[in-house]
T-cell receptor, first 115, second 116 residues
Framework: AQKVTQAQTEISVVEKEDVTLDCVYETRDTTYYLFWYKQPPSGELVFLIRRNSFDEQNEISGRYSWNFQKSTSSFNFTITASQVVDSAVYFCALSAQGGSEKLVFGKGMKLTVNP | EADIYQTPRYLVIGTGKKITLECSQTMGHDKMYWYQQDPGMELHLIHYSYGVNSTEKGDLSSESTVSRIRTEHFPLTLESARPSHTSQYLC???????????????FGPGTRLTVT
């Protein structure tokens, strides 16, 4: 069975603070993919990143960075120098061949960045 | 930018009415999905399709039905709406990968349904 846990449900920070969103996953498959999505107040889910289980390199994209560690089954997301526009709900998700390729989402984490 | 569209964006309707939520994508994706999102934010897969004439029920039981007659179109229908159907409905699509390759899903803007 696949499972994604986002232990934090809500975080509030002040602009320019760094914030890390935790994601822990469970799967018995050796081949799987991890994703992060952003859902701003408008409601649409925006794809941020996809990472496969064979690629443990961390990734940086502007103020966003992702830390994938298979040893701890974690795929954490850090926003550096947060901005008000980063306020959204963030979802971590997992997809694996053994799960018929369906996305399994975490429960989401609401980030509020205050000016 | 994803080219996936949903209409209507907002719908308020009375109990017992039949409704169809439209979803279309112009990316030629074979895979399409419907999710229901409750007020607590959690997303639940209710239907999916891996191609024309293929539909499957998702992990959350739903009284809705879907059809996939054309690749680009994946409408969801409720024969008789009830207040318990009030929710946000999100449509998504993805490419089909070869072998073990899995692609991300792209989401539409959602339909917020309220049944009174």
């Amino acid at each position: 069975a696949q499972k994604v846990t986002q232990a934090q449900t809500e975080i509030s920070v002040v602009e320019k603070e760094d914030v890390t969103l935790d994601c822990v996953y469970e799967t018995r498959d050796t081949t799987y993919y991890l994703f992060w999505y952003k859902q701003p107040p408008s409601g649409e889910l925006v794809f941020l990143i996809r990472r496969n289980s064979f690629d443990e390199q961390n990734e940086i994209s502007g103020r966003y960075s992702w830390n994938f560690q298979k040893s701890t089954s974690s795929f954490n997301f850090t926003i550096t120098a947060s901005q008000v526009v980063d306020s959204a709900v963030y979802f971590c998700a997992l997809s694996a061949q053994g799960g018929s390729e369906k996305l399994v989402f975490g429960k989401g984490m609401k980030l509020t960045v205050n000016p | 930018e994803a080219d996936i569209y949903q209409t209507p964006r907002y719908l308020v309707i009375g109990t017992g009415k039949k409704i169809t939520l439209e979803c279309s994508q112009t990316m030629g994706h074979d895979k399409m999905y419907w999710y229901q999102q409750d007020p607590g934010m959690e997303l639940h897969l209710i239907h999916y399709s891996y191609g024309v004439n293929s539909t499957e029920k998702g992990d959350l039981s739903s009284e809705s039905t879907v059809s996939r007659i054309r690749t680009e179109h994946f409408p969801l229908t409720l024969e008789s709406a009830r207040p318990s159907h009030t929710s946000q409905y999100l449509c998504a699509s993805s490419e089909t990968g070869t072998g073990a390759l899995l692609y991300e899903q792209y989401f539409g803007p959602g339909t917020r349904l309220t049944v009174t």
